[in-house]
């Protein structure tokens, strides 16, 4: 069965500072990956996906993860946060490959970023 | 930009009353979803829902959990007879297709807090 695993329940950091969430998956099938943002009282946005082809992948505000099939990772980083970035960000896996439907997410990873 | 919309914010009910959560995916979409969020867990698929059927269901969707498009562009989901348990946020979801890259866009929430 898919499932996804995040390491991190909370990551404070300081702006401007570097920052990487970490999310492993378990799936014995070819693998898409979501990454995706809830900023406070919003609902949940996508980030960015890995579906095929280049194993990293790019956000438009800066956010990049690479897909690691060796580690089975898919971990999320920026190299420079800001107070905005503030947010809770889930790691997630769809249920069943080639099917659609549900997608299975991680516990989440509450980022703080500190001026 | 299209989003998904809930009414209502938040919900107040008494244990074994019935609660309807509204919402109105994105019009061009095809699929609709309800996912739930009990405090401090992950975020869980309840229903997915297509063509005014059910596609998929989790264990968590029993006899109490009911969903429906009672018109072009509303989707609900009815707790029958409350529990404490159902406490959590809900969340609804839409895509355009069914497929395992598609992205599902969701509401902002419904808070739903059953005394």
């Known amino acids: 069965a898919q499932s996804v695993t995040q390491l991190d329940s909370q990551v404070p950091v300081f702006e401007e500072a570097p920052v990487e969430l970490r999310c492993n998956y378990s799936s014995s099938v070819s693998v898409y990956l979501f990454w995706y943002v809830q900023y406070p009282n919003q609902g949940l946005q996508l980030l960015l996906k890995y579906l095929s082809g280049s194993t990293l992948v790019e956000s438009i505000n800066g956010f990049e993860a690479e897909f690691n099939k060796s580690q089975t990772s898919f971990h999320l980083r920026k190299p420079s946060v800001h107070i905005s970035d503030t947010a809770e960000y889930f790691c997630a896996v769809p249920g069943v490959y080639n099917q659609g439907g549900k997608l299975i997410f991680g516990q989440g990873t509450e980022l703080s970023v500190k001026p | 930009e299209p989003e998904v919309t809930q009414t209502p914010s938040h919900q107040v009910t008494q244990m074994g009353q019935e609660v309807i959560l509204r919402c109105v995916p994105i019009s061009n979409h095809l699929y609709f979803y309800w996912y739930r969020q009990i405090l401090g867990q992950k975020v869980e698929f309840l229903v997915s829902f297509y063509n005014n059927e059910i596609s998929e269901k989790s ?3 029993d006899d109490q959990f009911s969903v429906e498009r009672p018109d072009g562009s509303n989707f609900t989901l009815k707790i029958r007879s409350t529990k ?4 959590a ?7 355009v297709g069914f497929s395992t890259g598609d992205t599902q866009y969701f509401g902002p929430g419904t808070r739903l807090t059953v005394l």
Do not use: G
């Open chain 2, 59 to 61: 264990e968590i969707f």
């Open chain 2, 84 to 87: 404490l348990e159902d406490s």
């Open chain 2, 89 to 95: 946020m809900y969340f609804c979801a839409s895509s």
